[in-house]
């Protein structure tokens, strides 16, 4: 079937401009390859360590002094006032307190004795398979531009994602399935919606497909209105027949033969799309494992396992999303950030746990973080009391990690100064933490280019970006 | 890869700290030039234009001297007494608290260093440089893009029968590989092909039948005039001009995206400027400088009006300024850089944006060029006195004037006014002595029965542009030389010099823009007309002759045939710049109306199709699907113009959708426009979402469009609607399925595909009495039946691909 008559290098290039890489596009392509005999491109560059990538994003800004960067000096200098000195980065400084020490205790774990907040016991068991960076820096204080920081590169919207690059890289190893899978937070979309998985100037194929946890996985994958399955059959033998009669009379037209495939695609998509999504297979322990039988980490839990189906059966980039911005702990911190590590704590170890005894985490890359940090100092309410005080956003430090797919277990990069305000050591930036995300992917970051009027563009822009070399295994 | 290494040492120190060049230069010298771009930075959003906080205007070395009601700013050769370093060493200024609410950041130590060394020099005026523009070399200036198009020879094939000079330019190329036109397509071909390509519609059941029955010699040329005549031929051509000029409803920028209100009279002077076939000349110097071209009463208020909205064509950019904290200069001097970049893309096909921060890699552009066209655009575009998208209220607090975007629409406005005199007067009484909370609703509703006030989202030159200067790397933070405005000095040729006066006496305006746009509209530019009759020809042929519609320079793709593109080019300017001259050109070709089907020796030899060896067999793209699924089921609401646009339904699952209007749906075209929240079916069909605009749309082949005309709810209204337009139009089922693809297919069926689909229908109605296990009337099984025909329609390559 498929592309017959000329094969001339011409039409196919023509062809492949309008089909290459990604969501039915890649897979599409790989049915067509055997075929066709071409390569969508010269992806990867060198040996992946990693076939996968989990991305746990946790929107809003997690407190990094509180969850995995401990700060004694902080405890001492608590009370203290410190705005005067960074007056410029706060966005709310009307509401700017003192210096203000973490409410958490930490203790050290695994054999590598990571410190880390007692807000995470289960990610505490995990310690000796993950990479902590504790020298992330980002360069927006404001959740809009920074999170288009944190997953395109640069502030503003309208850039393909990382997600959406990996799609047009790599293509999706299942042909049934896309190859960028969002799996968003049935409560509420994070800041930027839908934006945050956008294919930009990609071609639209890339840009992440929508999985919703219930229901019908895949917008329209079903019909909207009752109608017996058998119709529905009818209906598209008819139209496959209809095409083929027409394709017939228009040879030498590789767009026909594409479209054609296009539907037999989206059939097979309906079942192997509602199967990933079925846990009703899992069994008790697993289920357990996840947390999904608690109430408060039920959803992230069944979501996390939902990736780790996802993976398994192929797909290249998974992107979590949590309700809104949940880790945005602007007012009572020390209720709100437990609120947070009781929602994911458990799913995210049980998901590390998992992928683990099941051979995967291997080769599926495992990454945690948002989009900024908080600050030492605290932020008040109207109260003006430090009980019941938050933290304000910070651009200077974050922590975040990474395990699994050539990535080092039990390693602290990098470190901040000594109340957290900064990342001081080993420093490294969001285009520095794409382009290792990427490196394990087994592509060279600046040579992932898409030619867009005249200019290559590439996810880490015109930045200089480094791999982070000393966290790879 | 613009980002060459010879800049990188220069990108290395920028980042460590930011220096303006003259003082990087030079440390000794410090002139105002080094210091007007600080106070323009840090101080002047209080103290400029504006507002003079304390009375004073810190703009110019004279403003400071001068003072405010403290006394002077400063006393030259006295750092240490001078007022302006005392309130920045003590914090006072700018005041900390407050930055945020102005977008202004604090005053960086090199700054004060600076301004400090300015000081103690005794506040020195800086030497004047030469400003005049940089001429390239001959060599560089000689790329056939650069040089003014003039008309070639025509080729003669006079034994072949060519009478068009396209025919001659193309065949010329086809007998160079041994090839020739393909056969003519046939009439019923022809008239799909024409009325999809002028009018973005099928034709109808009788136009077809009209057509095909017209043995007249000039059939072909009479359909060409009623399809032109049509006023959805606006509605088709306008939506490509959209797609460059990056139209859009909303602001963009920010997750909420706010609704961009009065954007969509843009979008009816862009449909009815093509429907009249407003000479393309004025109809780009109203989009340029329609704020310079008339003085208000001197013209009627429809002019006046049409000059105005134009200007929108330079507000469609996404803006965040709208907020305090995505609104410092920076922000303000992206968006500028945007509207430079739609501007120079879509009109003379350049890619200006490449010289902002270094000479072009490729073009004779250089570095100054860009910000020479910046200073073009100052008396509008001012980062440094800027209008913020949304409304005219700054921050409240500290009551900074952010000036409004909005002007009143000529004559309309005054109508308004006048007739909700009574209405204001009552809402101003419930607003009186503070009865603005307690009457809130009584308030709303007046608001609501005195409907939308008439205004424009325009751009207009003030007359007070603040001085431009080169910034180093594109960096703000590192002002070089001052500028003056002026054209690339590529295409500045000796007899056009570029000289802008005060459109008419009191104008308050630069008449930079007017002296930009005459320029830009000069029958023998090197590019304009170029760049136009060739998205034309894309338009008809899925290639332009250039194929990077947007790129003419050297990076860009050469002409497939650059003598035909030549006497076109020539030819729009000669027949008055009519476009529908150009189409009538166009698609009375041979090479237009050849048919589609490849031979093998034509897809060997000609594989691409660069060489028009047949007509390339397109798809519809996104609005002409959709609306053509509406038409066809009968559902077209033929309203034209007029705003609001037509609102979208978003739900939680992610479907965005158009909600049936009271007389059906209108044309994807007037559908709201936002850059999120895009309708499923347009965005799964390749509609882009603009940023800034969109050159070229992509063409993907999914799953996803599959499955949304297969299981999508809207689509099945429509399979609905047109199965009853089939019920109430024709008796039988034959007749029916007759109707149905005349309809749809501007054919009838085969005896074969006649048995098929008859027995398909009955087969249906058997399914649907059978599976659905309740009694359904013959009469509405028969419909069911009929709507999934249609459903199939709807879903075949025939109908989405044009022969």
Redesign the interface.
Known sequence: MLIEGSGQPGSRRDFFRSMSGGMMGGALLSLLEGEVGAKPGQFPHYRPRAKSVIQLFMNGGPSQMDLFDPKPELDRMHGKSHFEKIAGEVENPQAAGALMRSPYRFSRHGQCGMSVSEVMPHLAECVDDIAFIRSMYTTNITHEPALFIAHSGRMQPGLPSIGSWVSYGLGSENRNLPAYVVLDDPGKLPVNGTQNWQAGFLPPEHQGTRFRATGAPVLNLKPAFPQPGAIGQLEREFIAKLNSGHHQQRPRQPRLSARMASYELAARMQLEASDALDLDQEKQETLELYGINREKSASYGRRCLIARRLVERGVRFVQLFIDFQIWDNHSNLKKGLLGCCEKTDQPVAGLLKDLKRRGLLEDTLVVWGGEFGRLPIAQLGDSKKVDNAGRDHNKNAMTTWMAGGGVKGGVVHGATDEIGLAAVKDRVSIPDWHATILHLLGIDHEHLVFNRNGLDERLTSVFEARVVNEILA | ???GLRLLPLLVAGLACPIPLHAAEDKGKVGHHDIVPVMQLRCTVCHGARKQEAGLDLRTPAGMLRGGESGPALVPGKPGESLILKKIHDGEMPP??K??AVSV??MQSHEIELLTRWIELGAPMSEEKNDEGMVPEKKERDFWAFREPVAPEIPRFGEDGISSPVDAFILQGLKKKGLDFSPMADKRTLIRRATFDLTGLPPSPGEVREFLADKGQDAYSRLLDRLLDSPRYGERWGRYWLDVAGYSDSD????SDPVRDHAWRYRDYVISSFNKDKPYDRFLMEQLAGDELAKPGTVPDAVLTDNLVATGFLRMG?DYTFAN??GFVPDRI?VIDREMEVMS?TILGL?MK?AKCHDHK?DPILQKDYFRLLAIFKGAFDEHDWMRPRDGKGGAAYDVPWPTRYLPVPGAHRQWKKKNAPVEKQIAELKKDGGEEKNKEAIKALEVKRGPEPLIRALWDRGEPSTQYVLSRGDYRRPGDPVGPGVPGVLHSRKDSYSPEQPWAGAGKTGRRLAFARWVTRPDHPLTARVMVNRIWKHHFAHGIVD?L??F?K??SPPSHPRLLDWLSVEFARQGWSMKAMHRIIMTSRTYRQS?????RA??LD??NRLLSRMP?R?LDAEALRDSLIFVAGQLDEQSRGGPPDVIEDRE???VSVPRGGQGWRRSVYVLQR??KIP?FL??F?LP?M?PNC?KR???????????L????NV?QLADHFSQRLMSEAEDITSRIRLAYMLALSRLPSDVEMR?VSG?VR??EN??QH??GEKIEPVALRKKAFA?LC??LF????F??V?
């Open positions: 890869m613009f980002f900390r608290r930055l945020v950041k604090t963009g920028g920010q997750n996404m904290i995505t992206e893309g890619t490449c490729f990077t947007d790129n320079g990076a860009g589609s089907r490849v031979t093998a897809s060997g594989p691409d067999l798809r699952d992610g479907l850059r999120t499923t965005s799964i390749d979402r940023d050159v992509p063409e993907s082949t999914v799953a996803l469009q599959a499955l949304h297969l299981n999508d709810g099945n098929e398909l087969e249906l399914r649907w599976d659905s999934n459903r199939i879903n075949v390559s025939e989405q691909y022969d």
